[in-house]
T-cell receptor, first 114, second 115 residues
Framework: DVKVTQSSRYLVKRTGEKVFLECVQD?????MFWYRQDPGLGLRLIYF???????EKGDIPEGYSVSREKKERFSLILESASTNQTSMYLC?????????????FGSGTRLTVV | AQKITQTQPGMFVQEKEAVTLDCTYD???????LFWYKQPSSGEMIFLIY??????QNATEGRYSLNFQKARKSANLVISASQLGDSAMYFC????????????FGTGTSLTVIP
């Protein structure tokens, strides 16, 4: 069964810590995405990547960075965690073929910054 | 302008009844795809149904159907014979064909099925 795996379901970190959220997919997908989800705001795109070592800013990149050293792994980095980054983080991947196919999502990471 | 608009923050439906969740979209790209996802309290996003902009017929997947009205730019999800397990958040999303692979999501509708 194809999957997108996020390393943690729940995470609690302290303000100022550097936080790594890991995402791994086994579908050989070119595209990977990081979203955060907040009540009433839906899903907002933080960063995405079309290929290894490539990254593009989404709608809300401030306070975040990403790394894609291998095709299957896309990491989201909170350089210095703040309480307003408490949220649900969703990783997704998709094929780069022209067909308008959908995403496959990971199960999400609920991050709490205290 | 919002690419995807879901105007119903919360909806209630009686078990075994049908319910329609509204979604309107905004794009000038002639090629696009419309998607509905379900998110139960566990958090995982589950793909439900897809409609391509060139598809002539409305998409159906079991109890789910997508009421696609291209001229009105609407893509409403219809759930027939609601079940208690349908209680969840539902997100409408769009992917444009000509501008890359990014999805645009609505703010979601919380559906509660009442026994």
């Amino acid at each position: 069964d194809v999957k997108v795996t996020q390393s943690s379901r729940y995470l609690v970190k302290r303000t100022g810590e550097k936080v790594f959220l890991e995402c791994v997919q086994d579908m050989d997908h070119e595209n990977m995405f990081w979203y955060r989800q907040d009540p009433g705001l839906g899903l907002r795109l933080i960063y995405f990547s079309y290929d290894v070592k490539m990254k593009e800013k989404g709608d809300i990149p401030e306070g975040y960075s990403v790394s894609r050293e291998k095709k299957e792994r896309f990491s989201l980095i909170l350089e210095s965690a703040s309480t307003n980054q408490t949220s649900m983080y969703l990783c997704a991947s998709s094929s780069g073929t022209p067909e308008l196919v959908g995403y496959t999502f990971g199960s999400g990471t609920r991050l709490t910054v205290v | 302008a919002q690419k995807i608009t879901q105007t119903q923050p919360g909806m209630f439906v009686q078990e075994k009844e049908a319910v329609t969740l509204d979604c309107t979209y905004d794009t000038s790209d002639p090629s696009y795809g419309l998607f509905w996802y379900k998110q139960p309290s566990s958090g995982e996003m589950i793909f439900l149904i897809y409609q391509g902009s060139y598809d002539q017929q409305n998409a159906t997947e079991g109890r789910y159907s997508l009421n696609f009205q291209k001229a009105r730019k609407s893509a409403n999800l219809v759930i027939s014979a609601s079940q208690l397990g349908d209680s969840a958040m539902y997100f409408c999303a769009m992917r444009e064909g000509g501008t890359g692979n990014q999805f645009y999501f609505g703010t979601g509708t919380s559906l509660t099925v009442i026994p």
